[in-house]
């Protein structure tokens, strides 16, 4: 699952730079939630555009995530893979989706989804909106981190939904939304609370993807909203790193 886009209704957007929605993008939604209007881009994800949509219907809001028409990868020499890549994605986060639906978990519902952006003009998903608030300053830090744990020991007990292979890592290396324990507190309390240990191979893995980009992509998800330290990011993974090596003896 990719990271969370930051659904803060008191958020506020520059109409100027309100996107427009294309007509095959209208076109493929009339039928589904009628005629709508764009409220905001979402801010806090790096794969794509994220719209909230306003439905004249006045039924609840949508959101629509879009993918990009081409997309660099150094990685692929091949064209295609570009494609490959974003249709492959759209169907994993649709099957997520739909392996949290009626689980009680704070997740929007998938309302619809074109892979290939055949229908819509580009990769594009739909779901319904969530109303919330990304917190990246907590008052209480250490609260904050205990319901971080919570929640993903809530998120790991939902079963694993069948998944294609995965381009960026092997589909025998991956956990079901496991990996996001790189905070040694939240990894100290989410081992608590589930009783179980994380195995520290799967945090390697992506702690050792690493890479100049971060510093980078970071601040894009980040958006503004706190400060953030790319010079010392490096220093803090590889001090991550040497704790995950520690537990794993």
Request: glycine letters at 8%.
């Amino acid at each position: 699952m990719p990271p969370p886009e930051d659904h803060d209704p008191d958020q506020a957007t520059d109409p100027s730079r309100i996107p427009a929605l294309d007509p095959a993008l209208r076109s493929w939604l009339a039928p589904m939630v009628g005629e709508v209007s764009v409220v905001r881009s979402l801010v806090g994800g790096i794969t794509g555009q994220m719209l909230q949509l306003r439905r004249a219907d006045g039924e609840a809001d949508i959101v629509v995530r879009r993918w990009p028409a081409e997309r660099d990868h150094a990685r692929d020499e091949d064209p295609s893979g570009d494609s490959r890549w974003q249709q492959g994605m759209v169907r994993r986060e649709a099957v997520g989706l739909e392996a949290l639906r009626g689980t009680g978990l704070p997740a929007p519902a998938l309302i619809a989804a074109d892979p290939d952006g055949s229908a819509s003009g580009r990769p594009t998903t739909v779901t319904t909106f969530l109303p919330g608030r990304v917190e990246l300053s907590p008052p209480d830090l250490r609260s904050w981190v205990r319901s971080l744990a919570e929640m993903l020991v809530r998120i790991h007990a939902v079963p694993p939904p069948e998944l294609a292979a995965c381009e960026l890592w092997a589909s025998s290396d991956l956990r079901w939304l496991e990996g996001d324990h790189e905070d040694p507190v939240a990894l100290e309390d989410y081992e608590q609370i589930a009783g179980r240990r994380v195995d520290p191979a799967a945090d390697l893995q992506r702690l050792l993807n690493f890479g100049p980009n971060w510093p980078e992509f970071i601040p894009l998800q980040v958006a503004g909203r706190a400060p953030v330290d790319g010079p010392g990011m490096a220093t803090r993974v590889r001090e991550t790193i040497m704790r995950t090596l520690r537990r794993a003896g």
